[in-house]
């Protein structure tokens, strides 16, 4: 908050300074004045949030001032100072519109109750306003917006929960979160409806993103000694014995100002649970003490699939589903080599299906699964991520007319993987070390089209989808599909389709 100061007694107005500056850091004299026509000057230049003048002042008054500076459009909050013979005064200049009067000798404890009164006025106002809700479901909400909108400052959050909720600015704060994305609306009543009293002394706020399908407990002792894991145990164990998808993270801030950060931490925690992490909750330190390896990819298991669908076997497809599942819960590997190999495992198996119109499951008929893997948030999510592909699986028919090698198998699962890097014929033929010659010739033979030939048109079906089921700019879906020249991305749309990409947009809206 920025302050002015106007005061034509030279002790008073150095006092308040000093004041001021030994209250809190985000308090910020910047300028003062030690008569009203000085003072106007001084404000309709600098524009301050709050102006704390004398009443009685040579040259022009302090509600003089005031009265003009208001006539003027300047919209700054106004704290008057006073003595005793001066009360009259200060009882006009509130009728005036100022916020607040301080009586003189001016004490460090009054002047910090104003100015946080003050200063939690300016939060509301930079918000556009709290709802008129009840004080705990104002700051949820004020929660929600400081984690949603870029454009707040946490300081503000910070702020107003100091002064509404009890906190101290300058202590750590200790974050519980629970997490469920099938059973949110069940926990988050659960916890407010039962909110556990688990603190002896400190400040402590319950409260929920929605949108991230969490609930957090936010607290502050007096000592840094907090046993979370306990606490978290007593919720899993009592309160939400029943629901078995929920996941509890932890962390820790330095002050209110990091919530923010400190949401973004559980975040990342929370999908270390994906991993063969041991322990309550997910949090740094059993990360740390996880013995953490880096995941090789299972090429033994990506050949079995391989193999499976190629012979179109529904069981063996199964099998390798549940195995790489096995394989990759079994030791405390990072949960994105996880989702990403899952992707590519997946994708392959899409991919083959694609390769061959006489099967009736295709990566555009199957986005959900691929999303599901990728927004995966827990071990539980994951699980049920790769069992909603096998239940796709088991409703495959398959009528079988055409097979391929293993080789032109393997090089279909390639480009379907590779095709937005535009991965070349010689590089897949040294990845399955055979020539390039030979690649061409069987790919062509089989397939019934030549490599760059069946890379455009899949890249041009792959951009007809984003066409139709994405908002994503021509040029975006260019880059996606593996074309970095958008003119170029659009001469060759129209040579395969007829259309422009605009045109077919809008000719296949949401298809």
Known sequence: MRIAVVEDEQNTLEGIIRLIAKLDDRYQVVGKAENGQDGYTLIRELRPDLVITDIMMPILSGIDMLNRLHAEGCLHKAVVLTGYSEFEYAKKALQLGVRDYLEKPITSDDLKAVLEKIDHELICERLGGLPHFPPVAQTEHLIRQTVLREDLDPALLSSHMVHANGFLPDRAVQLLQFYSRNDFIQMEQIIKDKEPAILVSGSKFVFALPSDHSIHLLLQTESDELDLDGIAVHILNNEMARIPS???????????????????QLKRLRRWSISNIQSTTMNQEAVSKAGIRQLQYPEHLDNRMVLAVAASSEEEILRVLADWVAFLLERCYPPHQIIDAT??????????????????LAVSDQPDWLQAI???????????????????????????NKAYSLAVLKALQLIHAGYQEGIHLEEIADRLHITPEYL???????VGQTYSSYMKEYRIQKAKELLSRSGMKTFEIAQSVGYPDAKYFS???REASGLSPGEYRRLHPGK
Do not use: C, M, W
């Open 246 to 264: 929920v996941v509890a993270s932890r962390t820790q801030i330095a002050n209110l100002s990091g919530l923010k950060n400190g949401l973004s």
């Open 343 to 360: 992707i590519r495992l997946v994708s392959g198996l899409l991919g083959q299906y694609a390769a061959n119109p006489d099967h009736d």
């Open 374 to 400: 990728r927004n995966a948030q827990t071990k539980y999510e994951f699980i049920e991520a790769v069992n909603l592909g096998a239940s796709s699986v088991r409703t495959i028919k398959v009528q079988r």
């Open 440 to 446: 061409s010739s069987l790919f062509t033979k089989e």
């Open 491 to 493: 001469r060759v749309f």
